[in-house]
């Protein structure tokens, strides 16, 4: 199933445990952050600052979690995301 966001809404995956990700930076577990680096799958029609496939970081306890073909996704207004990773 492909969700397409709305407004000013952004569908983002969490990264796995201790992933890497851009420029070698190291993801920590869950438990120790309250912060997170994300990345963005889809954008809703009102979002003009991020894009499908940006690099974001968001306060993990912001959006709303949900579970779609075994993945789990979850969808955060814009202006819930903290910065955008260059």
């Known amino acids: 199933?492909?969700?397409q966001p709305t407004g000013k809404r952004?569908?983002?995956?969490?990264?796995?445990e201790g992933e890497t990700i851009q420029k070698g930076i190291i993801v920590q577990s869950p438990e120790?952050?309250?912060?997170?680096?994300v990345k963005?799958?889809?954008?809703?029609?009102?979002?003009?600052?991020?894009a499908?496939?940006?690099?974001?970081?968001?306060?993990?306890?912001?959006?709303?979690?949900?579970q779609?073909?075994?993945r789990k996704l979850f969808i955060?207004?814009?202006e819930d995301l903290l910065a955008k990773c260059k």
């Open 52 to 66: 499908a496939g940006d690099t974001v970081l968001v306060d993990r306890y912001a959006g709303m979690e949900i």
């Open 32 to 37: 120790k952050k309250r912060c997170e680096l």
């Open 40 to 50: 963005v799958l889809e954008v809703g029609s009102e979002v003009t600052e991020f």
């Open 1 to 3: 199933m492909e969700l």
């Open 76 to 78: 955060f207004k814009s």
């Open 68 to 70: 779609v073909d075994d």
């Open 10 to 16: 952004v569908l983002i995956e969490m990264r796995e």
